[in-house]
């Protein structure tokens, strides 16, 4: 019999399906029980049409093909494991490894700051957790608080990979263009806007605050604006890259600098560049020699300043840049593999920088976690939203 006949049918009868727990312009992330194996599991699921009208059928299969083969390759422990896809006449699903301790971001809104110890040991399994993406020769393109959750033990986990992008002609969206036109116009879906493969509708995902959101009440706080922008189209570009949205050539370096941005927010509990409009906000960043100051209160010490400002700069001053001439045969204090596709993301740099002095690179996936999540059963979902919106 052919192997597809093997395989065990999976589809949405399968599961126990609980909440909600997260959400995103395209679908929602449920928490679920998977019957047959009896484990708690989280549902991504997506809907075909918006996929179609929006153009992400690239940036779709470039997910799922990262989370299979970071799934199936010994020595991947950042990133959660995929353990099936499937569909039915509407939608895509997504079954995932359930990280219940929540993410960054929801931390961050708790506690406003992180003692720079803290946010030392999280930003270390931050760059293991990008160096492996990267190894996988992919860029992930979409570096944020919300986009590190933390497993139960409360070790960092990195995902939402539907900006990633390894420039394989499969993943770019154009190359489905005439194919989606064609099968949207046979259902009478209208194709709104032009598909996101484009490099300038690209960058106009990605605003600081859509229109009237400046009217929105100013007791919201920045981050909750942050968190309700994540359930919209619209996102944040606080954490853009300049090079990004110069519409320059970019790669692993740009998320080195949403690194930076994370950092920084951590410590001083903001981004650096922030606008009262999507316009206003990339301006500072493009120029950030003028405007990335470091507030007197909380205080950081200087060797986080330096690591910060480090990466808050111009790619080719960016630790982990390497010129094309020194791209081989480069030092690393942990194991790697053999250089992905697009060369080396000179990881080695970030982490011989003095502010890690002393870490131990080879155990932190063993070490004990500053944070704790402390669940009290393998489908609590108190770390997460109660007032995410409905699909």
Known sequence: RPLRAKRAKVDFEGFEVGRVIGQGAFGVVYIANE????????????????LLRMGQEGHVCAEKDLLRTATNMRGVRWIPS???????????????????????????MARGCLPEDEMRFYAAEMILALHQVHKLGYI????????????????????????????????DSSYYEHQRRAVLKRHGVPLSRPAFGNRRRRLEL????????????????????????????????????????????????????GLGIIVYEALYGSVPFMGNSREAARQKILDWKQNLKFPRSPRASVLAMDFIKKLLCEPEDRLGYISQSKRRGSFSAVPLLDDPPLGSDGVE??????????????????QLPPYQPNLEAPDDTQHFDDDIPDE
Request: proline fraction near 5%; charged fraction near 20%; hydrophobic fraction near 40%.
């Open 35 to 50: 019957v047959r194996r009896n484990r708690i599991v989280a549902i991504k699921q997506l809907r075909k049409t918006d």
């Open 82 to 108: 995929l353990h099936c896809a499937f569909q039915d006449r509407d939608h895509l699903f997504l079954v995932l490894e359930y990280m219940g301790g929540g993410d960054l971001l929801t931390l961050l």
């Open 349 to 366: 740099q970030l982490m011989n920088h003095p502010w890690f002095f002393g870490m131990d690179w080879q155990t932190l996936h063993e």
């Open 206 to 257: 990605a605003p600081n605050a859509p229109p009237g959101w400046a009217e929105k009440p100013k007791l919201m706080s920045w981050r909750k604006q942050r968190r309700r922008m994540a359930y919209t189209i619209c996102g944040t570009n606080s954490y853009m890259a300049p090079e990004v949205i110069r519409g320059a050539g970019y790669g692993f370096g740009a998320d080195w600098w």
């Open 140 to 171: 992930h393109r979409d570096v944020k608080p919300d986009n590190f959750l933390f497993t139960h033990q409360g070790h960092i986990r990195v995902a939402d990979f539907g900006l990633a992008t390894d420039l394989h002609w499969s993943h």
